[in-house]
Structure formats: structure tokens, C-alpha cells
């Protein structure tokens, strides 16, 4: 039976309850987080609950756990849950209140966390690579913040999939921002590129660990501002996010990517990135 936490309790998700007036149920007042593990060993729990805090201060939100209070219930958490393998999923609202614009005096925030197995990327993905579109960025002006607030974001994600692509690439003034659920990275003559940090899109941790792998690994990289007729003249696309990990986009509004199938550069950050994993599985990591 899967077990949660809520606000200090574990016990079974059928039987975790908040009230209708949580400001996260209301209003889309709150943050989350997403973290994989391996072999049950976070990955880089460190900077996801950096992350947590940056995201909480950007909404005025005092963290209602410590770094190492965090870490006790995550740990406590994966023990109570199936798989070494898994999906950690927590989010902090600004709690019950009666409905008001107004932040609540005092504020009691609602703190949950769930686990689930983590789902290994599909073999045809690995294969074929995916489908995505282009789409106008009508999101806010404050994607850095992991809002739990994702309504464009899901609108936007739900076009792709009617489109017939799993994912949507953003457009905000012609320049590349993120996916509707992922960061993006182009290659073009053997030089891997992603748009650079700023308001208009999360940091990503997977984002971070490629840029990271890519320095280690000798291959040229930047971040710089991608355009959409970048987007065009791609010889690979890919698609990272912490629990699908690197997706090679291989069709791009109907058109084939490069040669229309994942790219050498992809094959050798896949590479490097598994190692990667199988050094957090095996514990040799600080979190």
C-alpha cells in the first residue's frame, strides 16, 4: 500500500485529505518539487532542495522544514514505498484559509509528499526519438519558479499530444525558452547549446548535470539565446527533465530532425549520463 506525508503523518494515500479552502486548491499558491531515485539514492537531493527554498522565497513563503528535516522525511518516505527506483513528488501551499487575494495571518502551509516507481523512458523513444511542436509561450513571467500553478503549461502540453508530438517547445518573441515540462537542447555542427537562465524558464537540475557532463566529457557547449529558425537548422533535439532524463526529438512540426533519428552526440550524453546514475545507485554521491 502506498504511503504518503501530510503535514507531519505518513499514512495511505487514500486517506491523506486537505481542506477545500488550501490556498493550493484555491488559488495555486504553492511550489513542488520532483526528485528521482536510484537504487534508493536521491539524485541530487542538494540542489532540488535548493531549488525548494529559491522557488518558497520567490513566493514569500517561509520553508516549513530544514534541509536535513527534508531529508529525514524523504528518506523515511522511499523506506515506506515500493521499488528502489522511484519518483518523489512533495509540494508546500500556503495552507487553509478563508479565500482572500491577501497572504493569510498567521499561515499554517500545507506540506505533502508522495512516491511512486519511476517509469523507465519507453525503448521506442530511445530508438526513434519523439514528435514535438512549436507553440507561443503564453505562460507568466516567472517560470523560475516551480509554481504548482501549470494550467498554460498543461494547455500547451495537451496541444502537442493532439498534434500527435509529446512535447511542446516554447516560443516567447521568437526565442526558445523550455518545453511545456522539459529544458531543451539544440546541436548544430558538433556544438550542444541551451537557451541561458533567466525568468522565462526553470532551472533545470537535469539541465545543470548535462552542461556539467558535456564540460567533463570534452564536448562543446553553450547557453545562448536559440532561435526559432535555430530550431530549423538543428542537427539534434533533445528533451531533459530529472525523471525522463534526455528524450531526442527526431520530428519538429512534421519535419525531420537531422538524419530523423537520434543523433551520435545524443548516444555519447546517454552514455555519460547513465554512468552518471550508476554512480548515484551505487551511493558514491553526497546528498
Not at 526528485?35 to 536521491?42: L, R
Not at 529559491?54 to 523506506?79: C, D, F, G, K, T
Not at 522539459?182 to 537557451?195: D, H
Request: glycine content about 8%; proline content about 6%.
Amino acid at each position: 500500500m502506498a504511503l504518503v506525508y501530510l503535514n507531519g503523518e505518513f499514512l495511505p494515500l487514500a486517506q491523506a485529505k486537505v481542506s477545500v479552502l488550501d490556498r493550493g486548491f484555491l488559488f495555486g499558491d504553492g511550489v513542488y518539487e520532483v526528485i528521482p531515485v536510484y537504487g534508493g539514492h536521491f539524485f541530487r537531493l542538494s540542489l532540488h532542495l535548493q531549488r525548494l527554498e529559491h522557488s518558497l522565497q520567490a513566493i514569500h513563503l517561509e520553508n516549513p522544514l530544514s534541509p536535513s528535516q527534508w531529508r529525514e522525511v524523504l528518506q523515511r518516505l522511499v523506506a515506506r514505498n515500493e521499488g528502489l527506483d522511484q519518483a518523489v513528488y512533495l509540494q508546500v501551499t500556503r495552507g487553509p484559509a478563508a479565500r482572500d487575494h491577501a497572504f493569510p495571518q498567521p499561515v499554517e502551509p500545507t506540506v505533502f509528499a508522495m512516491s511512486n516507481p519511476l517509469k523507465p523512458l519507453p525503448t521506442e523513444w530511445r530508438l526513434k526519438g519523439v514528435a514535438a511542436v512549436t507553440r507561443e509561450d503564453i505562460r507568466w513571467k516567472y517560470c523560475h519558479i516551480k509554481s504548482v500553478a501549470l494550467l498554460a503549461n498543461i494547455l500547451l502540453r495537451q496541444e502537442a499530444i493532439e498534434a500527435g508530438a509529446q512535447e511542446a517547445l516554447l516560443l516567447r518573441d521568437e526565442q526558445l525558452t523550455e518545453g511545456a515540462a522539459s529544458n531543451v537542447f539544440i546541436v548544430r555542427g558538433g556544438v550542444l547549446a541551451t537557451p541561458p537562465k533567466g525568468p522565462f524558464l526553470l532551472s533545470g537540475i537535469t539541465r545543470d548535470l548535462i552542461l556539467e557532463l558535456a564540460g567533463e566529457g570534452g564536448i562543446p557547449c553553450r547557453e545562448r539565446v536559440i532561435t526559432a529558425w535555430d530550431l530549423t537548422q538543428a542537427d539534434e533535439l533533445w528533451l531533459t527533465s530529472s525523471t525522463r532524463e534526455i528524450v531526442p526529438v527526431t520530428r519538429l512540426d512534421g519535419i525531420e530532425v537531422g538524419s530523423g533519428k537520434p543523433g551520435p552526440l545524443w548516444g555519447q550524453m546517454d552514455i555519460l549520463y547513465q554512468e552518471y546514475k550508476a554512480r548515484v545507485r551505487a551511493g558514491l554521491y553526497e546528498n
